[in-house]
């Protein structure tokens, strides 16, 4: 039961298993700042990630399968 000191709102963190890696601090950081950009869709976000030479996991270019491929990894 909430009350009126009770927050009534979910812990973003609360599916964490373990602190974010340098790698998903870097990638998060990135996505932020490319949609803060004015990016709105993945085929703007996966062009953005390119533009900043933040590579994918495997060290080529991002296209929209590998950011979903990875997102899936990641748990996102």
Known sequence: MTGPT???YLDPH?????????YE???AAVIEEVF??????LPGLVAGLNARDVPAPDGSPWTE????T??????A
Do not use: V, Y
């Not at 399968?65 to 979903?68: D, E, L």
């Open 6 to 8: 009770s927050p009534q």
């Open 14 to 22: 609360q599916a964490r298993t373990a602190e974010p890696t340098p």
């Open 25 to 27: 601090k870097k990638l």
């Open 36 to 41: 803060g950009g004015g990016a709105h869709d």
């Open 65 to 68: 399968n590998t950011f979903r």
């Open 70 to 75: 990875e997102m899936r990894r990641l748990g």
